[in-house]
């Protein structure tokens, strides 16, 4: 099963994310998630790879890929196993992480979203997992 994930550059309430995280791609993995694709931009995209690394440390057999929406990007190979370039070559450069996000979504069995506005580029990859019928696993903040 493939997961992959949408969220924010910026993230509040850090404690409640990685909590949840942590929570949800255990659940994940113990459903038979065994792939992981990530986009490794900013704080949400890097919270995700921290725990999907950790993850693997009692879950070995998932993996953990770096989707690339550009082919000479730095990168960190601490956090993933694999990269990967999905068919993007044509695409301007100023939409290529659009087009990467979709791809991945379209690939994904699950998608895992940390989205709390509705503007901006995370909330355009949520809104094109709802309209392509992904199963979503969205991040709400708890209320007492």
Known sequence: MIVTFCGHRQIEHKESVHYWLERTIHELIQKGADVFYLGGYGAFDLMVADVVHHAKLCHPQIESILVLPYLNRPIDQNYY?????????????????????????????IVVAYVLQDWGGAATALRYARNTKKTIIQFTMQTE
């Open 81 to 109: 196993d694999d990269t990967l370039y999905p068919p993007l070559e044509k695409v301007p450069k100023s939409f290529a992480i659009l087009k990467r996000n979709e791809w991945m979504i379209e690939k994904a069995d």
